[in-house]
């Protein structure tokens, strides 16, 4: 969602640099509207934070808010385009607020819930999407609402809908031909509810036996899953549950009963379809009852107006039926709220999010938070604070819970920090108005630069030490100049802060900050983080050699087996989330993980010192036939401590010379160096011989399971 601002002149631009725009304006979109000459160069002048943010293409011109002009020249009348007024740069913030006001915060309050895509990075583009839909006549309605829902996501889509009311021995993936090249294929399936019992639900208050009624359901249910569902796939399916009743229809004080109360009936199938999704790679359950909640059960659910059996959406089933009848009544339409399409719209980006999750390589592993006016309200220095209730409570909560998904914390504050360390319970407890509730310690942050040096200085200084690149980070800040200068250093680094009450929820619902799991490295990575931070520190001052020597690090090599589900999904993890040190980018699909298991090997390596564990922190993909590696990834948190000559030499030792898959990425510059330094030309596949173990790593090989390496 963008304000877009058109130009038809490259003169318009020529002031751009100087009005803080992605700090002040962070929705702000530029777009030419007109052939400029020499555009190109222009923007070439242009800083690239600046430049980034200027959209190409036709696409734009259909929906410019304003049209900039530097008032040297007249506009064309042939761009008068409708509703976008005619500014200048002294009047664009007043446009920009009156955007917010009639569009972007009504939409937010309406449609955009748990569904913001403020993180999105400037440049990332989605591939399109062919979607297969799969179910009653509810993919109906589902399908007309796709492409514009995808749409405003930005991702482009075509829909196949196919009717399956009942288990079938064939799925309609077989009757489709592989998607078009750049395109990727998800499914969709909408059981319809009331053809998933063998004599259709509408028996349900006529059965004796609701818990036989159940087993009935449940069994015809998973077979109809199985059916349209090929157990080996290779797109992701998605699986709608169905949307519980409000309350039991035998009546308000009925909140029990087991399977004959209705609801509970309801709930227990959705359960029954989670469960099935959890054992199939691939395969998500989508829960509509819940999207259906947000939205308004009484605005969607059509249990008020028809029978049990159906579980439909609610609309007017009633008045094309009663059209040849002398039957009058207030349409319901008239008589009650409908928001199927506001939920059919929460319903598809709840999908596509997901996708987004399950495919992006932008995905955020730090959050660089500002103290001021943003973690709390006022200045410290002042020694006395707002209250911790509300918004700021939230927001520390909120990075509490990104620590556990294994996001890292840091601090870049302009303060005393001597004042800040020194004083920090009475911060967060009898300076304010109201305590914080809930622990936070400076050691709950990574790194914490606390001074009175530019912004970007605390965070080119954050980055580095903890070997993130700018595109993986957030920094949050209320000051819209702090967050410009931040911008305009690192151009590829993402801000928040314009909208603090918007905060919590970007840090929680965006997919930029989520994983499909969370392993146990993710929540327990803080302790090998400190220390790698303390190596580069001291190993700049001591040398790499003498620090390391100390360490007393231990490299558990051995192979993943295919049944240890942590194992599996930790390699898989690595493989899909690490970029700097990535043999070749390439990520890796449940369904294609699984192949793995039965085609190659996969090999993990876990990584102690004398105090502490680093857990899995590296995975190869390794043809033994070939002696080739397909794939391989090593964490960031053990770069630079000789993991990857380790992990590399042991192999090398058990299997010969191996061949290396490297493609260089945008990113994987450390892989690169690695096959450097071992003596690659840097034009044919590395290839390595043999390799020296580091002296300081003790190389242990452990063929049992990685979950039971080290145990007694």
């Known amino acids: 969602m963008y304000f877009i601002v058109g130009f038809y002149e490259a003169t318009a631009l020529q002031d751009a640099a100087g009005h803080a725009l992605r700090g002040r304006f962070p929705h702000l979109r530029l777009c030419p509207v007109d052939t400029i000459p020499y555009l190109s160069i222009l923007l070439e002048s242009l800083p690239l934070h600046i430049s980034d943010i200027v959209l190409h293409g036709e696409s734009g011109k259909r929906q410019i808010n304003v049209l900039l002009t530097a008032g040297a020249m007249p506009v064309p009348s042939y761009l008068q385009l409708s509703g976008a007024r005619v500014v200048t740069w002294s009047e664009l913030e007043a446009a920009y607020r009156r955007w917010l006001e009639e569009y972007y915060l009504p939409c937010n309050a309406v449609r955009m819930m748990d569904s913001p895509m403020a993180l999105k990075p400037v440049q990332e583009t989605f591939k399109p999407l062919e979607v297969e839909l799969i179910g009653g006549c509810s993919g109906q309605e589902m399908q007309l609402k796709f492409q514009e829902a995808a749409r405003e996501l930005g991702i482009e889509s075509r829909t196949v809908l196919t009717v399956r009311n009942a288990p079938l021995p064939v799925s309609s993936q077989e009757s489709l031909s592989p998607p078009a090249p750049g395109w990727e294929r998800i499914r969709v399936v909408i059981p319809p509810f009331r053809a998933m019992h063998p004599r259709l639900m509408d028996l349900y208050y006529c059965s004796g036996d609701s818990d036989l009624f159940f087993q009935e359901a449940q069994g015809h249910l998973l077979a109809y899953l199985d059916a349209v569902t090929p157990r080996e796939i290779s797109t992701a399916t998605f699986v709608i549950g169905f949307v519980e009743p409000t309350s039991n229809p035998l009546g308000l004080f009925m909140a029990g009963g087991g399977r004959a109360n209705f609801r509970r009936f309801v709930r227990e199938l959705n359960e029954a379809t989670a469960a099935w999704c959890a054992t199939r790679p691939g395969c998500y359950f989508i829960d509509a009852d819940a999207v259906a909640a947000a939205v308004g059960k009484s605005r969607v659910d059509d249990g008020l107006v028809n029978f049990s059996g159906h579980r439909g959406f609610l609309l007017d089933y009633d008045a094309p039926l009663d059209a040849d009848f002398p039957v009058t009544d207030i349409p319901v339409t008239m008589g009650f709220e409908i928001g199927i399409d506001l939920y059919l719209e929460q319903l598809i980006r709840g999908i596509l999010l997901r996708q987004i999750i399950l495919t992006t390589e932008a995905r955020i592993k730090l959050v660089i938070i500002d103290l001021d006016n943003t973690l709390w309200r006022g200045l410290a220095s002042d020694m006395r604070i707002g209250s911790w209730e509300g918004r700021p409570l939230a927001i520390v909560e909120a990075l509490l819970i990104l620590r556990k998904r294994g996001i890292l914390l840091a601090i870049a504050s302009k303060n005393d920090e001597a004042f800040i360390r020194e004083r920090w319970r009475e911060i967060l407890g009898s300076y304010a108005v109201a305590p914080l509730t809930i622990p936070l310690t400076l050691d709950d942050f990574a790194l914490v630069r606390i001074n009175f040096r530019p912004k970007p200085e605390s965070i080119g200084e954050i980055l580095e030490l903890l070997n993130i690149l700018p595109e993986q980070a957030l920094f949050i800040d209320d000051n819209p100049l702090e967050r410009e200068s931040a911008i305009a250093a690192f151009p590829a680094l993402r801000t928040l802060g314009a909208e603090l009450n918007y905060l919590r929820r970007e840090l929680l619902c965006s997919p930029y900050l989520q994983s499909v799991t969370i392993t146990a490295e993710d929540s327990n990575r803080w302790e090998s983080i400190r220390k790698r931070v303390a190596f580069r520190t001291q190993s700049s001052e001591s040398g790499r050699g003498s620090y390391l020597d100390h360490l007393g690090l231990r490299c558990t090599i051995g192979p993943v087996h295919g049944e240890d589900e942590a194992g599996r999904e930790r390699a898989q993890q690595l493989l899909n989330k690490t970029n700097q040190w990535n043999l070749n980018g390439v990520r890796v699909s449940d ?25 899995t922190v590296a995975v190869v993909l390794l043809d033994e036939a070939g002696q080739r590696v397909e794939s391989m990834a090593i964490s960031c948190r053990v770069i630079g401590l000789g993991v990857d000559e380790a992990v590399v030499s042991e ?62």
């Open 651 to 712: 192999l090398c030792g058990r299997f010969g010379p191996l061949t290396f898959a490297f493609a260089e990425t945008e990113r994987n510059r450390a892989a690169r160096a690695f096959f450097l330094a071992s003596g690659w030309n840097g034009v044919a596949l590395p290839v390595i011989q043999a390799l020296a173990p580091p002296s300081h790593i003790v190389t242990v090989w452990d063929e049992s399971e990685p979950s039971r390496r080290g145990a007694p």
């Open 591 to 615: 369904a294609g993980m699984a192949r793995y298991f039965v085609e190659q090997r996969v090999y993990s390596a876990e990584v102690a010192d004398s105090g502490s564990s680093y857990g």
